[in-house]
C-alpha cells in the first residue's frame, strides 16, 4: 500500500452524513469514497497529451498484424523487460 499523506476537508454535514452511508453499504471507508471520487475526477480531467496510456504508442517493434492480434501478449513481454527506454 501506498503511504498516504493526511488532508483536512470541510463537507456539507448532508453530503457528509450521505457519504457514511454510502461507505456502510460499500463496506468501505468515507475517505476511500473521497479518493475514488478525486481520482475519476483527475481523471476525467486529465488532458489527452498527459494520458498514461498513449506511453505505450510504438513500444512494440512486432511488425503489421502481431501487435493487433496479440496486443496482450505483447504488453505482457514488454513489462517484464528492463526499462530499455
Not at 14 to 38: F, H, P, Q, W
Not at 54 to 82: F, M, N, Q, T, W
Request: charged content about 30%.
Amino acid at each position: 500500500m501506498q503511504r498516504m499523506r493526511r488532508t483536512q476537508i470541510y463537507l456539507q454535514p448532508e453530503l457528509s452524513a450521505a457519504l457514511e452511508r454510502l461507505a456502510r453499504r460499500r463496506g468501505t471507508s468515507k475517505a476511500e469514497l473521497i479518493r475514488l471520487a478525486a481520482q475519476r475526477l483527475l481523471a476525467q480531467e486529465q488532458p489527452d497529451h498527459e494520458d498514461p496510456i498513449l506511453g505505450i504508442i510504438g513500444l512494440a517493434d512486432g511488425g503489421p498484424g502481431r501487435v493487433s492480434l496479440e496486443h496482450d501478449r505483447v504488453l505482457a513481454e514488454l513489462s517484464l523487460r528492463p526499462n530499455e527506454r
